[in-house]
């Protein structure tokens, strides 16, 4: 039963994003997303964790916000491959950018979180920094959604 399910689930992801730039930078956030909660299930410190969950559970309610972005470029422009999609005044171009960086800061705030746990900072120090790297996340996923709407 499962590979049935995950073969629609591909099928449907084929569907609406495509196969180009715009599935790519939806999968990248998603790995990212991925990675961020395996480093929080492994941290020795529960309490720490524990108190990382509400900015996680953030993090992973952009994911619909991303996908949905990544299928509204994809249906307005079209991407098969690695080239960003002409547009008037580039503005594809700076919606696949923000949507790059938001996966990259998505990266960033795994590492913060990795760098937290053998920190021995005080516990509000720490989580701060994660908090600081998802709010970067989230500027990022603001920003492509509203150029992909003025665009």
């Known amino acids: 039963m499962g590979f049935l399910r995950d073969y629609r689930a591909a099928r449907r992801d084929e569907a609406e994003l495509g196969l180009g730039v715009?599935?790519?930078?939806?999968?990248?956030?998603r790995r990212g997303l991925d990675r961020f909660h395996q480093i929080l299930e492994t941290m020795p410190d529960k309490a720490f964790a524990q108190a990382v969950v509400p900015t996680a559970n953030a993090l992973a309610d952009l994911l619909p916000e991303v996908r949905a972005v990544c299928a509204e470029a994809q249906r307005t422009a079209p991407s098969t491959s690695t080239d960003i999609p002409a547009s008037a005044g580039g503005y594809l171009n700076d919606v696949h950018r923000e949507l790059s960086r938001a996966g990259n800061a998505m990266a960033q705030a795994a590492e913060a979180l990795t760098m937290a746990r053998f920190?021995?900072?005080d516990?509000?120090?720490?989580?701060?920094?994660?908090?600081?790297?998802?709010?970067?996340?989230?500027?990022?996923?603001?920003?492509?959604?509203?150029?992909?709407?003025?665009?």
């Open 22 to 29: 715009w599935r790519r930078a939806h999968d990248r956030f």
């Open 119 to 121: 920190v021995r900072d």
């Open 123 to 151: 516990e509000a120090h720490r989580l701060e920094i994660v908090a600081r790297r998802a709010e970067a996340v989230r500027d990022h996923v603001r920003r492509a959604r509203e150029l992909l709407e003025r665009g």
